[in-house]
């Protein structure tokens, strides 16, 4: 599975409503999948916008594997 986040030389990017955009961990990131191109490049320049420099979109790869649980 392939998803994006957005990262800025201060680490990954999180929005609230395209508005409000924030530092964050990976694990608070906000994530697009690959249909929501435009909602993408509305975040890359609201980011842009807010002040965030190096704005740029980052690939992720996920791979599922089912675990037993220890």
Request: aromatic letters at 8%; a positive charge.
């Amino acid at each position: 599975m392939i998803l994006y986040v957005l990262k800025c030389d201060q680490g990954y990017i999180r929005h609230r409503e395209f508005q409000d955009f924030t530092n964050a961990s990976l694990e608070k990131a906000s994530v697009f999948s690959p249909e929501q191109y435009d909602q993408i490049k509305r975040a890359r320049d609201g980011a842009k916008k807010a002040g965030m420099k190096n704005v740029r979109l980052v690939e992720l790869t996920i791979t599922e594997k089912e675990l037993e649980m220890i």
